[in-house]
């Protein structure tokens, strides 16, 4: 049953992978996404300093049945495919393990990223059972006084103990470690990587360029990174940390941003608004973002409605003729953004991705 998944998904990828490089060389919709990604709950607990999702209040959020009848669409629809999970904190929505039982049961692999706040051991065990099947913790430096610090709450133990938990039992599911690039965390992220790597031991580590905060309206205007706090300010100091990661990367060591992404990384500091792109703006034809009430949008910044999962198959949202309006007036957008999540995945990193998981437990 695992292997024949595993073919399943290795062909259905590949070939996906080709139409959707058809999409973009003739501007049509020939394929699938191949991103899809929710925010599972808006609702946070944690208090940091870079992002305000946690001053948002629970607003009509899909229930886990609701929930479960759309993934059971989008499964129908994709085939074994590969789901990002985020929020706000995951672990805080009601009845989120159900979900995560559903995944599993209907063949869809789940990556989570957690602040670690509801990680106790009872947790612990329910992720054995039943996923997610990688899980990324975010932190964001190798000490406890600044990641706290950063946070807002203390973290920092409840991270560190989850993954020794995890570990100790034995568990099968691949561990990361993200880390955002800002003022706080910058001058230290090589020694952050190789901590997480080679003391946490996790399976790998990422670095996040910071964006200008999530949840607010200000979000994407032009100058934002000159009056936000958090925005490094020695671009010659983080681009030597960027190199040595580099370095680190060609080495072996699991740092899974791609190398293009990181040479990126450096322009970007330097000034947001002129850096080169590593590759034209791939998520009109590839990603499928939910948002915890249902709405659907290819880009999380331009936040243009495709449609509703409430109302609407998933499927004829992506077919459209409003979603191809929405992809009309998206492209060429030339907006700063670097998070990993607006890149297209290539296909080495697809293929990394499915040999990490089909090496563990297989899809
Ligand atoms: C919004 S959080 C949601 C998941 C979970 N609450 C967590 O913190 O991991 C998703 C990721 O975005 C990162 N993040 C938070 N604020 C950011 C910012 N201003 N710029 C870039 N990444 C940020 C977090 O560290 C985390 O890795
Ligand atoms: S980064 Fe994550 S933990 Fe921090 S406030 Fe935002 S959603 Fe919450
Ligand atoms: S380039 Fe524009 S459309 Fe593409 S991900 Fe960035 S903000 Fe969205």
């Given at each position: 049953m695992t292997l024949l998944r595993d073919i399943e998904f290795a062909v259905y990828q590949g070939s996906n992978h080709l139409a959707q490089r058809l999409s973009y060389a003739t501007d049509r919709r020939l394929a699938k996404p191949n991103q899809v990604s929710v925010l599972i709950t808006d609702i946070c607990a944690a208090r940091c300093t870079m992002c305000e999702m946690w001053k948002l209040q629970e607003n009509n959020e899909l229930t886990v049945d609701e929930w479960k009848h759309s993934l059971d669409q989008l499964r129908e629809w994709l085939g074994p495919f590969f789901l990002v999970i985020s929020g706000g904190e995951p672990f805080q929505k009601r009845g989120f393990f159900d979900i995560l039982a559903h995944c599993r049961q209907i063949g869809i692999k789940t990556k989570v990223s957690s602040n670690g706040m509801y990680l106790t051991e009872?947790?612990?065990?329910?992720?054995?059972?039943?996923?997610?099947?990688?899980?990324?913790?975010?932190?964001?430096?190798?000490?406890?006084?600044?990641?706290?610090?950063?946070?807002?709450?203390?973290?920092?133990?409840?991270?560190?103990?989850?993954?020794?938990?995890l570990q100790d039992k034995g568990s099968k599911i691949v561990?990361?470690?993200?880390?955002?690039i800002m003022e706080e965390t910058y001058a230290d992220l090589v020694p952050t990587a190789l901590w997480a790597l080679e003391e946490l031991k996790v399976d790998r580590f990422l670095v996040q360029p910071l964006y200008p905060t999530f949840a607010t309206d200000?979000?994407?205007?032009?100058?934002w990174f000159e009056h936000n706090p958090h925005w490094p300010r020695n671009a010659e100091l983080l681009e030597s940390q960027l190199e040595e990661l580099r370095r680190l990367k060609r080495a072996g060591?699991?740092?899974?941003?791609?190398?293009?992404?990181?040479?990126?990384?450096?322009?970007?500091?330097r000034d947001p608004r002129?850096?080169?792109r590593p590759d034209e703006c791939m998520v009109r034809y590839n990603a499928f973002n939910i948002d915890p009430r249902g709405d659907v949008m290819f880009c999380w910044t331009v936040d243009d409605r495709a449609g509703n999962l409430r109302t609407q198959h998933p499927r004829d949202i992506w077919e459209s003729a409003h979603a191809q309006q929405i992809r009309d007036k998206m492209k060429g957008c030339q907006a700063p953004c670097l998070l990993n999540c607006y890149r297209g995945r290539s296909l080495r990193e697809q293929v990394g991705l499915f040999k990490l998981f089909a090496g563990r437990q297989g899809f």
């Open positions: 009872k947790a612990c065990d329910r992720i054995l059972e039943v996923g997610p099947d990688f899980l990324s913790l975010s932190i964001d430096h190798l000490t406890r006084e600044v990641h706290d610090k950063v946070r807002g709450v203390p973290l920092y133990d409840r991270c560190v103990a989850a993954i020794g938990m561990l990361g470690v993200a880390t955002v200000e979000a994407m205007a032009p100058d060591h699991a740092i899974w941003n791609p190398d293009e992404h990181l040479v990126a990384l450096s322009y970007y500091f002129s850096h080169p």
